[in-house]
């Protein structure tokens, strides 16, 4: 069974710009993933990012929807992961606010 994660990152940008903005900070994330020998797929729809990572056997999906005021971010993550919740959670909020920073 998965473990969701869910993390509302705030933001005091446009939908547009805070999209822009994740776009920007996906590609450096995916670069060091591919570093790693993770896989990475993802798919926009409108506002939302769907996505997948593969590592070591594991896939973690989630889903990024951006809000007026936030970014909504849901990871599901294997059973074998949950454990790592909060560490995840953190991580999220501390790179999702660094990503969403005017400037």
Do not use: C, N, Y
Not at 3 to 10: A, L, R, T
Not at 31 to 37: C, D, E, I, M
Not at 38 to 49: F, K, M, N, S, Y
């Amino acid at each position: 069974m998965r473990k969701p994660v869910v993390v509302d990152v705030p933001h005091q940008l446009t939908r547009q710009d805070a999209r822009t903005k994740i776009e920007d900070g996906l590609g450096q994330v995916r670069g060091q993933l591919a570093g790693l020998g993770a896989q990475v797929e993802d798919r926009w729809t409108g506002d939302r990012l769907d996505f997948t990572v593969r590592l070591l056997g594991q896939a973690v999906t989630g889903r990024m929807e951006v809000l007026d005021q936030s970014v909504r971010v849901e990871v599901d993550l294997p059973w074998i992961l949950a454990r790592l919740a909060g560490k995840v959670t953190d991580r999220i909020q501390k790179q999702g606010s660094l990503m969403l920073t005017k400037g």
